[in-house]
């Protein structure tokens, strides 16, 4: 049987929520990975330090009995974020990064920056103190294409933030197009993106083709075949201002599944395989282990991993669906088979 070992991952991009959808999806991501970001849109959204440390606290009470698993806590920025909450953040040995959402872009988006320019003093906050800027970079313009707002919102908001500062790390979250790819490969070394598996594996035709499949829709939505290419390319090349970050972003099936559904694809049951599938077809399981273990850890200049996980080419099937009390998540492939299993 063929396997695989490498330095246990982490995961630079998860959705945990709280309460009961939590104590269903964090075993899921401790499983596979020995830290995650945890992104801040909860309801309300994860404005402050003291905020982040409770959230904390509320997570690590969800890990199995005996796991090992460390969440980075992230700050959601907003206009009314200061700049002595920055510093605070900074500071935090548990909070490491900021989260800009442009208002209404995506779930749980609302409270998001509405003026990006007028964020810029922030902005020059933290590259002061030195934190991560982590963009969900899509414009919200209702007038702008769904499938194009990735690549304009690099052209009107993007280019002109690494422009003015030229020191901020800023990791341009779960990139789906050409012109994202090639925004990162031309930029500085402060400049990343995470990469999902679902953006990976698959193009719009699995949402569209043949009846409409709401497990594959998420924002930024999943594109033509010609960017699925272009995001293989990246995350196999050892670059290693590609890493994962997995978006996992679970909502329960009745609010998956309805006339107004809502963006997020749930992930973490099988991240580490998802991705391992992707790039085992492209031939480069040699390369997964940087984009899985080292090159995250490195932009956030935290030490790599110790440890090892193995994953072995053995078929098993997605389940339908996991329980959170008398509801369900529904997961990305389910009742689907998967060639790679993490023992
Ligand atoms: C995320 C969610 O559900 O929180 N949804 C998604 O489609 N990715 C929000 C986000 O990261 O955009
Ligand atoms: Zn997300």
Redesign the pocket.
């Known amino acids: 049987m063929k396997t695989l070992t490498i330095t246990r991952p982490d995961d630079w ?1 998860t ?1 945990v929520r709280n309460g009961a959808v939590l104590k269903t999806v964090l075993p899921h991501t401790a499983r596979q990975f020995a830290r995650a970001i945890i ?1 801040p ?1 909860l309801k309300p959204p994860v404005t402050t330090v003291a905020q982040a440390l409770a959230y904390r606290e509320e997570i690590l009470q969800a890990i199995p009995a005996g796991g090992d698993f460390t969440p980075l806590m992230t700050l959601y920025l907003t206009g009314s974020t200061t700049a002595t909450e920055i510093k605070k953040a900074a500071e935090s040995e548990h909070v490491h990064a900021f989260k800009l ?1 442009p208002a209404g ?5 609302d409270s998001g920056v509405a003026d990006i320019k007028a964020v810029y003093p922030l902005l020059a906050a933290m590259e002061k103190q030195d934190i991560p800027l982590l963009i ?1 970079g899509e414009v919200t313009d209702q007038n702008c294409d769904i499938f194009d707002r990735e690549r304009v919102f690099i052209e009107t908001h993007l280019s002109g933030i690494v422009e003015n500062f030229p020191n901020l790390r800023i990791v341009v ?2 990139v789906t197009t050409t012109e994202a790819v090639q925004f990162v490969q031309a930029g500085g070394n402060n400049i990343a993106a995470t990469i999902t598996p679902q953006h990976l594996l698959f193009n719009r035709n699995a949402i569209l083709a043949g009846g409409i499949r709401p497990h594959y ?4 939505i999943i594109k033509r075949e010609q960017h699925r290419l272009a995001l293989v390319a990246a995350a196999t090349s050892g670059n290693p201002k590609f890493f994962l970050g997995t ?1 996992s ?1 679970p ?1 329960i099936t009745p609010l998956k599944e309805t006339a107004c559904g ?4 749930y992930s973490a049951h099988a991240a580490l395989e998802l991705y391992a599938e992707v790039f085992d077809r492209a031939d480069s399981l040699d390369k997964l282990e940087g984009f899985a273990s080292f090159y995250g850890a490195d932009f956030y200049r935290l030490p790599r991993n110790s440890g090892t996980v193995t994953l072995e080419k053995t078929p098993w099937t997605v389940p339908a669906a996991y329980g959170v009390n008398e509801l369900t998540i529904t997961p990305l492939q389910a009742n689907e088979e998967l060639n790679w299993k993490m023992q």
Do not use: Q, W
């Open positions: 991009h959705h992104m849109n959402y872009a995506t779930t749980h988006s969900h979250e779960h829709y998420c924002l930024p978006d972003a909502h809502c963006a997020g694809c």
